[in-house]
């Protein structure tokens, strides 16, 4: 069954589409007074700023793709909740690395032979939230994504 209720963490992250309000920060509610204060020349800067603190985190976006399709998560990162928060971990450095090459991560972050096994598993949870965007049930993702019934 199709869902037209919700738009999925992983279309907007993807994509940028129209988010659903849990994804909306609640720090800025009071976003249009604190534009409408501030000098016109000054706006549209503050309004990207405003508009990047209240998007979720990468953690944050993978964390709900995890609760949406648990049984095929576990079924290709591991079953252990510490298993698939280093996983979610691994994922955020190795971003975070190539994307702002902060010296912290540079021990920590995956290269090279490193990264394969991590793509080749975000392919598949990929291939996983695809489907249940088109209306396959859990089961049926979880036999075409991992060949596991």
């Given at each position: 069954m199709l869902s037209t209720?919700?738009?999925?963490?992983?279309?907007?992250?993807?994509?940028g589409s129209s988010?659903?309000?849990?994804?909306?920060?609640?720090?800025?509610?009071?976003?249009?007074?604190?534009?409408?204060?501030?000098?016109?020349d000054y706006r549209g800067w503050l309004e990207r700023k405003l508009q990047a603190v209240s998007e979720p985190s990468l953690n944050q976006k993978l964390h709900e793709i995890f609760?949406?399709?648990?049984?095929?998560?576990?079924?290709?990162v591991g079953k252990s909740r510490?298993?698939?928060?280093d996983f979610i971990d691994e994922v955020v450095d190795a971003r975070n690395y190539r994307a702002h090459f902060p010296s912290?991560?540079?021990?920590?972050?995956?290269?090279?032979?490193?990264?394969?096994?991590?793509?080749?598993?975000?392919?598949?949870?990929?291939?996983?939230?695809?489907?249940?965007e088109i209306g396959f049930g859990e089961e049926e993702i979880k036999k075409a994504v991992t060949g596991l019934r």
């Amino acid at each position: 069954m199709l869902s037209t209720c919700r738009t999925s963490p992983l279309r907007n992250y993807t994509f940028g589409s129209s988010r659903p309000s849990r994804y909306r920060c609640k720090r800025v509610p009071r976003k249009r007074e604190i534009l409408e204060a501030v000098p016109d020349d000054y706006r549209g800067w503050l309004e990207r700023k405003l508009q990047a603190v209240s998007e979720p985190s990468l953690n944050q976006k993978l964390h709900e793709i995890f609760r949406m399709h648990l049984e095929v998560v576990q079924a290709i990162v591991g079953k252990s909740r510490k298993v698939r928060a280093d996983f979610i971990d691994e994922v955020v450095d190795a971003r975070n690395y190539r994307a702002h090459f902060p010296s912290r991560l540079e021990g920590r972050a995956a290269r090279g032979a490193e990264l394969h096994p991590i793509n080749q598993k975000l392919t598949k949870l990929l291939e996983a939230c695809l489907m249940g965007e088109i209306g396959f049930g859990e089961e049926e993702i979880k036999k075409a994504v991992t060949g596991l019934r």
